[in-house]
């Protein structure tokens, strides 16, 4: 059903090579201040070991390579209810918490990642579209399969009820997808889900507005980037995990990474009205950067971006985004072969 588009693997290597290279080594105590704030890695897996299916399909090698890793002492992979509340300042995070999201409920989460997951005793997030369930799609999960996972403490997100581009519909339209799925699963689970993921990861101004005021509690996109409260808690970040981007070093890239934290992003509406974007965020002063901020884009696209001052960050793309998605990722050398990392989805059309 999704078919997120990610960076140029190239360019991402290449991007942390030139970094590594040719930023001076120099002090990080800006990295304890970072470690001590609230922030959480989140990952994003759709199927497993369906690989008719590559840029959504996660391979069973890859994904108990993923867990094996996630077992690990020095990682704190827990709920994602867990994760907000830390956001939210209500209970610390460790550093290096992690957790696990998976969105459409295809029958693979159900016959081949869970039970992978139940043996390991590792917590994840199934996020869900009401219609393909009610409709009893073959490859998806059906709602006694749901509700076992629910009896052994799986959080259920909402997804909305048919998993439409969100921001190309009216408020009122927009307000019936979500109305309609939570009675859907009050009928069958008992609850309306308090979390919710926006459909391709899209959303516009009104769309986060509406969802906002429906009573979740968060809301969550297929950006890249380290959740942390000045993302905003209805555009918290997650890290895509398939076949071309879910070998172990990019797991580790992911679950090791650290929030750069920013303020005034610009534009403010993710839905662009000009395409390119003049893209701009200020990082806090509070962590002292030190370190070059590096930003590349989706589709391979070229990127120029200038530090204005100590905290302004501007990036200039030299080509419009082609599709109707398009995606800005910024990187922060860190200490520990760790990095800083940001990221922003828009939509064009």
């Not at 629910?150 to 959080?155: E, F, H, K, P, T």
């Not at 650290?258 to 509070?286: A, V, W």
Request: hydrophobic fraction near 40%.
């Amino acid at each position: 059903m999704i078919n997120s588009q990610f960076n140029s693997k190239t360019l991402l290597i290449f991007n942390f090579i030139f970094i590594y290279l040719f930023t001076p080594n120099i002090s990080f105590s800006e990295d304890k201040f970072l470690e001590k704030i609230n922030h959480a890695n989140i990952l994003m897996y759709h199927r497993f070991g369906e690989s008719k299916y590559p840029t959504t399909n996660t391979t069973i090698e890859q994904f108990i390579s993923h867990t094996n890793e996630l077992v690990k002492d020095k990682y704190n992979v827990i709920r994602l209810d867990k994760v907000v509340k830390g956001l939210q300042g209500e209970i610390n995070l460790k550093d290096r918490t992690v957790s696990i999201t998976i969105d459409d409920a295809y029958l693979s989460v159900y016959t081949k990642a869970w039970p992978i997951l139940k043996k390991l005793n590792l917590p994840f997030t199934l996020f869900i579209s009401t219609d393909v369930i009610d409709n009893n799609f073959s490859n998806y999960m059906n709602w006694d399969q749901i509700r076992e996972l629910v009896d052994n403490g799986i959080l259920i997100g909402s997804q909305t009820k048919s998993h439409p581009h969100l921001h190309r519909l009216s408020s009122k339209q927009i307000l019936n997808e979500i109305e309609y799925s939570n009675k859907r699963f009050i009928k069958e689970l008992g609850f309306k889900p308090k979390l919710f993921a926006y459909p391709y990861g899209e959303y516009d101004n009104k769309t986060l507005e509406i969802v906002k005021g429906s009573g979740f509690e968060a809301a969550f996109g297929q950006h890249s980037g380290v959740a942390h409260i000045s993302s905003g808690i209805f555009e918290l970040p997650r890290f895509a995990m398939n076949e071309n981007y879910g070998d172990l070093t990019r797991l580790k890239l992911a679950i090791n990474a650290l929030p750069i934290i920013i303020k005034d992003i610009s534009p403010e509406n993710n839905f662009l009205k000009i395409n390119p974007p003049d893209f701009g965020f200020t990082l806090s002063s509070e962590i002292k950067p030190m370190r070059a901020v590096r930003c590349f884009a989706s589709n391979g696209i070229i990127t120029n971006t200038k530090r204005i001052g100590k905290f302004r960050i501007e990036v200039r793309l030299e080509e419009k985004f082609p599709n109707a998605r398009g995606r800005i990722n910024c990187t922060m050398a860190a200490k520990d072969d760790r990095w800083r990392w940001f990221g922003k989805q828009f939509v064009t059309k």
